[in-house]
């Protein structure tokens, strides 16, 4: 059993930043393919980045790219998302997810494993 647990999330004028970060326990996570996803009041859950196993391959969301970028540390079991230039589109809960298998996923139903989510609320 793998867990998940966010933190980082908060308040942040548009423009500003804020770095996400998914603490893993149980078993280790450095063979699990790993993402961040995010719901916003009243909208579906969505697809925001993903990163491999050894973080050689990354993918991310046409609405973030070149603003957010992803990570992990192997070593601490722990994976990141550094949030840049932010928008107030971008006010949601931010969640990690992990999944057992080699390829970089953006379905919500391809991965197994979830935490509880942290928000973040850009004002304007």
């Known amino acids: 059993q793998v867990q998940l647990v966010e933190s980082g999330g908060g308040l942040v004028q548009a423009g500003g930043s804020l770095r996400l970060s998914c603490a893993t326990s149980?078993?280790?996570?450095?063979?699990?393919?790993m993402g961040w996803f995010r719901q916003a009041p009243g909208k579906e859950r969505e697809f925001v980045a993903a990163?491999?196993?050894?973080?050689?391959?990354?993918l991310y969301a046409d609405s973030v790219k070149g603003r957010f970028t992803i990570s992990r540390d192997n070593t601490k079991t722990t994976l990141y998302l550094q949030m840049n230039n932010l928008k107030p589109e971008d006010t949601a809960i931010y969640s990690c997810?992990?999944?057992?298998?080699?390829?970089?996923?953006?379905?919500?139903?391809?991965?197994?494993?979830w935490g509880q989510g942290t928000q973040v609320t850009v004002s304007s």
């Open positions: 990163i491999s196993q050894i973080g050689s391959r990354t």
């Open positions: 997810a992990g999944r057992t298998g080699f390829n970089v996923a953006t379905q919500t139903a391809s991965y197994a494993y």
């Open positions: 149980g078993r280790t996570v450095s063979g699990y393919t």
